[in-house]
């Protein structure tokens, strides 16, 4: 190859070295006017496409880039590794840059290093970040709209204690957050949010100011910390104008959480939620907008504390005025829902609902069915906030009964018809007497994990150890003795003795459960039962349906919840179906426990009935009953009569005998 061959491919590398330079191009989402506290310096930074400039950097020029694998989020946002020319030193600094929000850029940094000491490319420059080196936040001055959604949500009530002016745990009711967005808002309600800092006379250092903080957006970091950023409005100097928080979510605290603020323009001064120059403990808490008076009363017969299937871990106490639901989400987290009635007609209830720690208020409506046993059955309406209506209070609550007790509303699907009742159980039920009575026999059906099984208490193998039993059946049983229980005993020594009674005097039922209530609805008959030594549920829901006169189905489902593709002779999961018992009549001689069998069609009837003959007699038959008596015991008397005038011959009995 000849030397002027030689020239052209070291002119051709030159011109490709230079078109490399020029096609350097910072990403645009990390271009702004940023502030930033470095080692205690304040900076302002500025970036644009092809450098940054601040005090300490001067000018340095876009040399090349690398995407790091991994970090591009859904708007195609994605981190960096920067080196950067300076030109006046004539060295390179390598930059890490994280994206967090459209407002705030984190960096990691070299030292300014010449060309002669290493060779500027990326893998050897930025291999001179220290992995634990601190990380510094840019803050961007020019802030851009952020929804405070993902700050904070709703009112809470704080106590806070700061690490400058002597300390001291500050805990006034009046330091309150309000962050209230309205849905849809187009304007700056959406974009701050106010934090009240009340003053406590025993606290020196507590403060009494009222901030208003506009949201930078949130992130996390990789160990599970939640970063969020906020500018105070009211402050004109960058160092005190922003601001850095932190909190976590796996905070083992009583519906709580711990947030740790930065005093100045920094992050790194947070480490976890109880080590900042100010650590906050807020708790949710209702604002004085959202207390209602009652002006309707709910029955008498509804106080109590319940259990609902609408809602998984969740407890309901009802006054004369409130339902008050506790939300169970997490072991140490819980939601706090309250409805207070407004107004009702016949047995639509019209409620106004607020949830503890949030700012919407709506209006929904219960359809309460008169209680029946241990069991409330309702629905509910879909909620329309209060913001709706407007006007005086009379005309609101008239167009919100209107609109919010309609019979559509009642069905969150507008195509379906159907009208699911909810229910309410009484937690712990008052026992009622069962709807299927008598001694049977029965088979399991279903996964055999869901069966039930012999189950010996005790540390004896078996507690008929010296019973010679013959015999071995299944038996399920409500009888007179105990008709608000069913005996489920996989096992039962079904052996007689020479008398025709059972030889298993020491048989214990290897399971117990409570009948709460029944009802049929759309031709299905349900009961629910409690057993709190169920490790699924204590209360379950059964289907029940009687094909002649000795054999009955049951279906139980998998949980409290009743679902209307149930049916009493499935064994399937995809029908809710998690055991299906197949019942056969076995009463003997001596078992004292006839059969009887309610379908649930009337469940408000009284639970003390007379049954003659398969006939049951309610409180409006007692004339019918009273006849049939009188006439048995004249029958009675006019033959006893008879005999005795057959016996001693009497004139005056033959009188009578013939009267």
């Not at 960096?107 to 290093?113: F, P, R, V, W």
């Not at 808002?185 to 100011?209: G, I, T």
């Not at 029946?372 to 009964?401: M, Y």
């Not at 005993?489 to 709460?516: N, Q, S």
Request: hydrophobic fraction near 35%; glycine fraction near 4%.
């Amino acid at each position: 190859m000849t030397s002027r061959n030689h020239v052209i491919i070291v002119v051709i590398l030159m011109s490709l070295y230079r078109l490399t330079d020029a096609v350097c191009r910072i990403p645009d989402h990390f271009l702004g006017d940023y502030y930033s506290i470095d080692h205690g310096i304040e900076l302002r930074t500025l970036i644009n496409e092809k450098s940054m400039t601040n005090e300490a950097l001067h000018t340095t020029n876009c040399e090349q880039y690398e995407v790091i694998n991994g970090t591009e989020d859904a708007q195609g946002r994605y981190d960096i590794k920067l080196i950067v020319h300076n030109e006046d030193a004539d060295c390179y600094h390598c930059f890490q840059m994280h994206h967090r929000t459209v407002n705030v850029v984190q960096y990691l940094q070299t030292s300014c290093i010449s060309r002669r000491t290493i060779v500027a490319d990326l893998k050897s420059l930025c291999a001179q970040i220290h992995p634990h080196a601190d990380i510094y936040t840019m803050f961007r001055i020019a802030v851009k709209t952020v929804n405070c959604r993902g700050t904070f949500e709703g009112t809470y009530q704080f106590t806070y204690e700061t690490d400058f002016g002597g300390g001291g745990i500050c805990d006034n009711p009046n330091s309150i957050i309000s962050a209230c967005q309205e849905p849809g808002s187009v304007y700056v309600d959406n974009q701050v949010f106010r934090m009240r800092f009340a003053k406590c006379v025993e606290v020196p250092s507590s403060l009494d100011r009222d901030i208003r903080f506009q949201c930078m957006g949130s992130w996390n970091d990789d160990r599970g910390n939640i970063y969020s950023a906020m500018a105070d409005i009211g402050r004109d100097q960058y160092r005190e104008r922003f601001r850095c928080m932190l909190t976590r979510r796996d905070q083992e605290l009583d519906n709580s959480l711990r947030f740790a603020l930065s005093r100045w323009a920094s992050c790194s001064s947070l480490k976890t939620p109880y080590e900042g120059p100010i650590r906050l403990l807020l708790k949710p808490v209702l604002s004085g907008l959202q207390f209602v008076a009652p002006t309707c009363l709910l029955p008498m017969n509804f106080t109590g504390s319940w259990y609902t299937s609408g809602e998984y871990d969740t407890n309901v106490t009802i006054n004369r005025t409130h339902l008050y639901f506790k939300t169970g989400y997490s072991m140490y987290a819980y939601r706090e829902t309250i409805f207070t009635c407004i107004m009702h007609r016949d047995q639509r209830y019209l409620v106004q609902v607020v949830t503890v720690g949030r700012c919407e208020m709506d209006y929904m409506c219960f359809h309460f069915l008169p209680r029946h046993q241990s069991i409330i059955r309702w629905r509910l309406s879909k909620p329309i906030s209060t913001n709706v209506f407007r006007g005086s209070i009379e005309e609101n609550l008239e167009r919100a009964f209107r609109q919010v007790c309609t019979w559509s509303s009642f069905r969150y699907e507008g195509q379906k018809t159907d009208w699911i009742y909810r229910y309410f159980l009484l937690n712990p039920p008052t026992p009622f007497p069962c709807p299927i009575q008598g001694r049977y026999s029965f088979t399991q059906h279903g996964l055999p994990e869901e069966w039930y099984y012999t189950r010996v208490r005790g540390i004896t193998e078996r507690p008929r150890h010296n019973i010679d039993c013959k015999q071995y059946t299944s038996e399920l049983k409500s009888c007179p003795n105990n008709p608000t229980k069913i005996f489920i005993d996989v096992e039962y020594c079904a052996t007689l003795d020479h008398t025709g009674k059972p030889i298993g005097e020491y048989e214990i039922a290897d399971r117990e459960m409570i009948c709460a209530g029944y009802w049929q609805e759309d031709m299905k008959s349900y009961l629910i039962t409690y057993d709190d030594e169920d490790p699924m549920s204590s209360f379950r829901c059964w289907v029940y349906e009687r094909s002649d006169w000795r054999k009955i189905g049951m279906m139980r489902s998998s949980s409290p919840l009743c679902s209307p593709v149930q049916t009493a002779w499935t064994d399937k999961s995809e029908e809710w179906a998690s055991l299906q018992l197949q019942l056969t009549e076995s009463e003997r001689l001596f078992d004292s426990c006839p059969q009887n069998y309610d379908p649930g069609t009337d469940p408000w009837a009284k639970p003390t009935k007379i049954r003659v003959l398969g006939t049951t007699f309610h409180s409006a038959n007692w004339p019918l009953l009273a006849y049939l008596l009188a006439a048995c015991v004249t029958a009675i008397v006019a033959t006893t009569l008879c005999c005795v005038c057959n016996r001693f011959k009497s004139v005056i009995c033959g009188t009578a005998a013939k009267a």
